[in-house]
Each structure stands twice: as structure tokens, then as C-alpha cells.
Nanobody, 121 residues
């Protein structure tokens, strides 16, 4: 079964850091773009950061400088390093990736189950 599994969320004080991981598993031929989204209570899901298969990155203005997205293609894992966290960063963080399957060589968008990040003031 192809899936994305996030880890690394938790409770942290303002100014602290967390590192989220997103591990892809299953019969995956290749991984395209990977991204992190977040959704706070009562708000729409928003893009936080994205990294292309070539390593190019984009960030939401609200997290530029503070967050860094990266990937380890050999281990099929993506990361989001979050520094200088603020209470407004509190949300459920979701990993998204475009995965090409071994069986069909077709590419699909997959989502992880989400991981809670809570930043206390």
C-alpha cells in the first residue's frame, strides 16, 4: 500500500523549533514535488512550502526565513524544519507528494494523515 506518514509534530513554546518528517512507502517508482500544507481551526488549508524534484523551493511569505523544506530521495522522505515558531503557526500540518507507482507508472497526488503542531505563547 502506497502511503505518506508524517511525524515530528508536538507542543512547543514560542521561539522553539520542530522538524517534521514525511516518509513515503510502498511500490513507488519515483517521487515528484513534495509539499507541506497546514490547516488551523476554522481556516482553509494553506500551502506552507514546496520542493520540486530538482530541489527548487517555494515558501509562504509567513514562513520565509523561519522554515526550511528539504528531501532525501534515497530514503523517500521529506522534511520541514520549523524555527522561531509562533503561536500563529499552530495547525495540523499535512504532507503532500506526487508519487509515480511501480505497477502502472502513473502519477498520483497523495496526502499524509496530518500531524498536530501547537505553539504556546
Amino acid at each position: 500500500q502506497v502511503q505518506l506518514v508524517e511525524s515530528g509534530g508536538g507542543l512547543v513554546q514560542a521561539g522553539g523549533s520542530l522538524r517534521l518528517s514525511c516518509a513515503a512507502s510502498g511500490s513507488i517508482f519515483s517521487i515528484g514535488a513534495m509539499a507541506w500544507y497546514r490547516q488551523a481551526p476554522g481556516k482553509q488549508r494553506e500551502l506552507v512550502a514546496r520542493i520540486g524534484s530538482n530541489g527548487s523551493t517555494t515558501y509562504a511569505d509567513s514562513v520565509k526565513v523561519r522554515f526550511a523544506i528539504s528531501r532525501d530521495n534515497a530514503n523517500k522522505t521529506g522534511y520541514l524544519q520549523m524555527n522561531s515558531l509562533k503561536p500563529e503557526d499552530t495547525a495540523v500540518y499535512y504532507c503532500n507528494a506526487f508519487l509515480t507507482l511501480v505497477t502502472t507508472r502513473l502519477t498520483y497526488s497523495y496526502w499524509g494523515q496530518g500531524t498536530q503542531v501547537t505553539v504556546s505563547s
